[in-house]
């Protein structure tokens, strides 16, 4: 089984940046696709941004577009997200998934494995 262990949350004021890292360590079959997903208090969890990891393709939902970014490491044992021109929406629990098991990319049911998670907060 892969595990992951997310870091770089933290405070940021609105316009700034943060970056996200997931490291992977485990089985390497479970990371076919990975991806960053965020919860808000009292609403549900959503997805991000997934990254297929065999050849680099990303997809980043409209709510984040052009602001951030997934990408890996050439070793392909961490995931990133950087996070730019932070808005006080962004504000979540953010997490790293991989054990993608068919489906939907989009759906945070198809993922098997996640991270703690790390907090997000803008003001």
């Known amino acids: 089984d892969v595990q992951l262990v997310e870091s770089g949350g933290g405070s940021a004021q609105a316009g700034g940046s943060l970056r996200l890292s997931c490291t992977a360590s485990?089985?390497?079959?479970?990371?076919?696709?990975m991806g960053w997903f965020r919860q808000a208090p009292g609403k549900e969890r959503e997805w991000v941004a997934v990254?297929?990891?065999?050849?680099?393709?990303?997809y980043v939902a409209a709510s984040v577009k052009g602001r951030f970014t997934i990408s890996q490491d050439g070793a392909k044992n961490t995931l990133y997200l950087q996070m730019d021109s932070l808005i006080p929406e962004d504000t979540a629990m953010y997490y790293c998934?991989?054990?993608?098991?068919?489906?939907?990319?989009?759906?945070?049911?198809?993922?098997?494995?996640w991270g703690q998670g790390t907090q997000v907060t803008v003001s």
């Open positions: 998934a991989a054990d993608f098991r068919g489906g939907d990319i989009f759906s945070p049911e198809k993922y098997g494995r």
């Open positions: 990254i297929f990891t065999g050849n680099g393709a990303t």
């Open positions: 485990g089985s390497d079959n479970n990371r076919a696709y």
